[in-house]
């Protein structure tokens, strides 16, 4: 057992310094040791879908899991408490105490360049899913820190925009998901956003966190997102209990000072350095491996499939699917076929044990068919990273740049043309200021012109056999890579001959080397580059190929979408279409052989499809983690039938997303117009259609529901629970699952609220010909609305709807209650 300590104990014998240094971490991952008073360091980990330890470069392998929104798709409490399971063993295997998720932000719009990490637009299921997973997580004894508290909705200008929302949407949206962890799953560790709210950081602003505390009663360590504490008096005062990462920037020496100056209380130093500990001495139960190391075990490999395939959504299906094994020529066509998209990017990326194919898959679906390969249409945004075709390649670290005389400090090899030194540390090496050269041998498996990209935060050249191909260190402009530090991806390019190996060298300098200006990001130091490469191929002819291959198969599975570079943390997507190319591609595709045609798409969030009313069928597959490829070769050939539904509304053109006047920062601020009616709430009260309504999602089998809904009690009791009862059958041919959605609607209401907003659902698996009756609960939430006259939660009295959905548009079942007199409450 590891050794304990008493709180009050330690509080009232270590040093002042050593105090005041438990509440920042002492490096990018760990808190500060007291060895006398047996205080561990705690290590935290990202991220939202894996676990990847303590290197961003050179990093230990880990699970993969499906992103955010597939998770969200699943809308299955118990699958998703075992994926918290996993995520609690892969810490443990990591060394790590703490880990930094779920992210529980809102998919305010489709746009925002995390969306893929949250669950989903509605706050009752993205809530719900949070408290499986925290409680699967936490269940070994890892620390759960829900994030980024709050309004972390959109990317741009991230730390330094201002949310104008009102305590109405604040409360009923963007925070109930919050409080419904709080009520359910009160995780030990909390991360505050990087923005504003209403003219404040909510890391700075008392109000916001003593609504946890306080009104909510719950009392997690509160730490700061990385790099987003901005002040020492205001964030201490306010209640931020841990800076991260270290070293320190803004607490040690300024704390002492502060209290000394009696700006700050000692009783609050006090208070915050008790919850560190509280903190610590409850992480440190869990035992963890003390070297980080991968797990990788075939259970894990199973959920890890089931979790992709139950995430899958059956967007459109005209008699296509399920795929028949008896195939004889298959075409494979599409830019992720072969480079399946695993997982979005920023800090949810991650080394991962290893990947598989839709490419492979299919292979093993059908071993002995015939298989017309073709690429399409690429729909990469930078070239993408060498790393099948690179070999023997290492990189190696000076504290002085290429012209001078170097002494080598470390090596490391490598097996990508990509890395981050952000949480790089090597004996000897001034992190401040460094240089790094990478050499490997690169093989190229067809002859002809090769396109190379290299982007870089801090500077970088490429050199192909001493040859300079790209300078991207004389002069730089900013891009979007590496969290919107990085500079765009500047291109060069060579013939060169398949089969000879040329020698790959890039000279780096590390992030302060950088010419470009870096106001309003946030600095994680270090540094970073990535160079791609790509054949390059004449975009008529790729097209050509795929329609011929299409044409001469028997079926055409097409799968495309975007990718970590397209969806990633650091930057939000300036448009909602696919990747240039890639709908003329399905277009061409769909008008040759549509009737034999599956369209699949990955991409974390929605993508315009201005051919979906050509496509026979259409499915979404997210970023699928690991087992991307096996996920979706299960629904596709029927070894799974298809039970995922949207997490959020897709519509037709960005231009009619809620958001769309009121998106980015403009003048220092992001007004929040579309108040209450985010997601399905705005399209259904506006009438808006939507290409795929939120909920939606189809099954290879049928069910039949009874239409009415009995409500029991019929009169609504805050202090009961109220349970809705409806029946529902498989009226098809297998085994089945369907979600019913409970939806509310309060007709009656004299406040304006939404048409319908969800406040339950059950996922209910039903054999052929078996009838199922589904009970689901209702609480004092699903009357309530936030009343911003009386600051409080206003349960009116009146009747009020039950509509039970197939998805928010699909009512099939009905029933009704009445809430006799209005109460108002505040708190849980
Ligand atoms: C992200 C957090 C993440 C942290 C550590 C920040 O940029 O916003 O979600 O946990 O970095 O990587």
Known sequence: MPQTFDVEHVLAN??????????SGIDFWHTHPIPEFNVPSIRATD???????????????AACLPCGTALGATWDRDLIYQAGELLGDECIAKGAHCWLGPTINMQRAPLGGRGFESFAEDPHLSGILAKSIILGCESKGVISTVKHFVGNDQEHERRAVDVLVTQRALREIYLRPFQIVARDAKPGALMTSYNKINGKHVVEDERMLNLIRE?????????SDWYGTYTTIDSMNAGLDLEMPGVSRYRGK???????ARLIKQSTVDARARKVLEFVKQASQVQVSEVERGRDLPEDRALNRKLCANSIVLLKNEGILPLPREIKKIALIGSHMKCPAISGGGSASLEPYYSVSLYDACREALPDAEVLYQVGAYAHKMLPVIDRLLSNAIIQFYNEPMCKERHLISTEPVSTTAFQFMDYYAPGLNRALFWATLIGDFTPDTSGIWDFGLSVFGTANLYIDDELVIDNTTSQTRGTAFFGKGTVEVLGSKELVA????????????????TMKTVGMVNFGGGAASLGACLRMNREEMIENAVEAATEADYTILCTGLNKDWESEGFDRMHMDLPPGVDELISKVLKAAADKTVIVNQSGTPVTMPWADQARCIVQGWYGGNETGHGIADVLFGEVNPCAKLPLSWPVDVKHNPAYLNYASVGGRVLYGEDIYGGYRFYEKTGREVLFPFGHGLSYTTFNVSPNVTVAPEIFNMDVPTVATVQIKNTGKLAGAQILQLYISAPESSTPRPSKELHGFEKVFVQPGEEKTVNIQLDRYATSFWDEIEDMWKSEQGTYEVLIGTSSQEVVARGKFQVDRTSYWRGL
């Open 14 to 23: 270590i040093s002042e310094q050593d105090k005041i240094a438990l509440l």
């Open 47 to 61: 991220g939202p879908n894996g676990i990847r330890g303590t290197k961003f470069f050179a990093g230990i392998p």
């Open 215 to 223: 009104e909510w009663k719950w009392n997690p360590l509160v730490m």
């Open 254 to 260: 300024f704390i002492e000072s502060a209290v000394q």
């Open 499 to 514: 089969g000879t190996i040329y020698k790959v060298r890039i000279e780096f300098g590390s992030a302060n080397t950088t």
